[in-house]
C-alpha cells in the first residue's frame, strides 16, 4: 500500500466483503468464516488483486459524463 490513507480504505473495503460474504454464506446455508481476520489472512490475495482492480469492473458513474 502507498500510504496509511490508502491502507485504511483498504481495510474498510475489506470488511464490506467480509459482511457480504457471511450474509452470502448464511443464505447458501454455509458457515461464515469465524472472523475478519481469518477472511482476511485466508483471502488476501484476492481481495488484493478485487480492490486494485476494483474501478475497471465498476460500471461508469452518470456523473462523470
Known amino acids: 500500500m502507498k500510504n496509511e490513507i490508502e491502507k485504511t480504505e483498504f481495510i474498510n473495503w ?4 467480509f459482511d457480504e460474504n457471511c450474509s452470502e454464506r448464511w ?15 485466508k483471502n488476501l490475495n ?3 488483486d478485487k480492490y486494485e482492480n476494483r474501478t475497471k469492473d ?8
Open 27 to 41: 443464505a447458501c446455508g454455509q458457515n461464515p468464516y469465524k472472523d475478519f481476520k481469518t477472511y482476511y489472512t
Open 46 to 48: 484476492w481481495l488484493t
Open 58 to 65: 465498476a460500471p461508469e458513474s452518470i456523473y462523470l459524463t
Open 14 to 17: 475489506c470488511r464490506l466483503m
